[in-house]
């Protein structure tokens, strides 16, 4: 289903209706993104106001100095640090929220056992 306000079906400020759900993603989006990640970290594949806010606490354009750097990173789908997929998934999501749909969800699952394997390392 989409809507004009993407991820955020209901179309509140948080994306929420339950103030605990609003909680947990205000955690995510003070996270530092350059701290350790933990797998507890990892949001599940199913919540999708989750994975976004995930996304979303890491911001490729920055990291790499420019969407250019960004997007030519991702292409590369190197996969070999936690930076390299933490990029692929903002770009992703960052597309999703444009497009108004969920294909973030898709890669996020796409890269769940790569974030799982480099945070067991």
Do not use: C, W
Not at 4 to 33: Q, V
Not at 61 to 74: D, K, L, N, R, V
């Amino acid at each position: 289903m989409n809507s004009r306000f993407g991820p955020f079906r209901d179309g509140n400020a948080t994306g929420y209706s339950r103030p605990e759900a609003a909680i947990g993603i205000a955690r995510l989006k003070n996270m530092n993104p350059t701290a350790p990640l933990a797998l507890s970290a990892l949001p599940d594949p199913t919540d999708r106001q989750a994975v976004f806010a995930f996304a979303m606490t890491f911001n490729g354009y920055e990291h790499f100095g420019s969407s250019e750097a960004a997007f030519a990173a991702a292409r590369e789908r190197r996969r070999s640090s936690l930076v390299d997929v933490r990029n692929e998934l903002f770009l992703a999501a960052r597309a999703s929220r444009h497009g108004d749909n969920d294909d973030y969800l898709e890669r996020y699952r796409e890269l769940l056992p790569v974030f799982q394997r480099l945070l067991a390392a």
